[in-house]
């Protein structure tokens, strides 16, 4: 399934698991954990760390998630969560600061479960690599489409995410960046693609095709072209984009721009 288990989880989870629990792990594992500890991640402010603290934290991120969605971002105040939850407003400000930093809790619960979509709903085949970068990129288009695409509310939300919880969105980027690098290193180990820097190469494909994963592009996808014509207009962009790992002769992404584009 691409990467090492035990070097892609490490780097997801940090070293707080015992050696044989990385190695033992898939990206499909890792992608349902990190839906876990985006939720319950932390505690309180003033340290706790129990286990009646993570699962006070996890009700507000998964009610405020709620509310997001149904009501909109603008429109939910913190007041709200806490009469949702019935509890007063000091008692989610023990556990956020503001509401831009429930944002945040928030948005890494969504990008969380947007990857754990696309190794486990249904779980990844074994496949080759090409087969495995088709179904990624399929599964990450047609989840945003799904569930961003046609909502305002949902809009407002990933807005209000980029300006407060860039660097949520950037990790989202990156791990998703991973997950291809590690595909790609893959399919060269077995002779499918030609020795390339498989980083770069990930780096490129993302961005050749963030026409099908941003969801603001994707809603304007939507506008654009009819139903049906949107994978139509995806599987010709895909051969496009597995062409050039299959040839294997690109520059390099400067490192200057790697830092400045995420």
């Known amino acids: 399934r691409g990467r090492d288990s035990k070097t892609s989880n490490a780097c997801y989870f940090g070293a707080n698991g015992n050696e044989r629990d990385l190695e033992d792990m898939t990206e499909a594992d890792g992608a349902l954990m990190r839906v876990d500890a985006a939720v319950a991640e932390g505690g309180s402010r003033d340290g706790s760390t129990s286990s009646s603290s993570q699962e006070t934290r996890k009700r507000i991120v998964e009610t405020a998630s ?8 603008q429109k939910t105040t913190v007041a709200d969560i806490a009469r949702e939850l019935g509890m007063s407003p000091a008692n989610v400000y023990r556990f956020f600061a503001s509401k831009a930093e429930l944002t945040k809790a928030v948005a890494a619960v969504i990008t969380a479960r947007m990857r754990e979509a696309v190794w486990n709903d249904p779980p990844m085949p074994e496949a080759d690599g090409t087969s495995t970068l088709r179904e990624m990129v399929r599964r990450q288009f047609h989840y945003t489409r799904q569930h961003y695409a046609g ?6 939300l990933l807005e209000a995410a980029m300006e ?3 660097d ?6 990156e791990e998703l960046r991973r997950d291809y ?8 180990e077995r002779g499918e693609f030609p ?3 498989a980083d770069n190469s990930a780096l490129l494909f993302q961005h050749s095709l ?4 941003h969801p603001a592009l994707v809603a ?3 506008r654009c072209l009819p139903d049906g014509l949107q994978d139509r207009m995806l599987e010709p962009m895909l051969d496009y984009a597995i062409a050039a790992l299959r040839e294997g002769h690109f520059g390099c992404v400067p490192d200057e721009v790697r830092e400045t584009i995420g």
């Open 66 to 73: 709620e509310l997001f969605h149904v009501y909109g971002y």
């Open 151 to 156: 909502n305002r509310k949902i809009h407002d």
């Open 164 to 166: 407060e919880a860039w």
């Open 168 to 173: 949520v969105i950037i990790r989202h980027k």
């Open 181 to 188: 690098a590690g595909v790609i290193r893959a399919a060269i």
């Open 195 to 197: 020795e390339q820097d």
């Open 210 to 213: 963030v026409m099908f994963f």
């Open 220 to 222: 304007e996808n939507c």
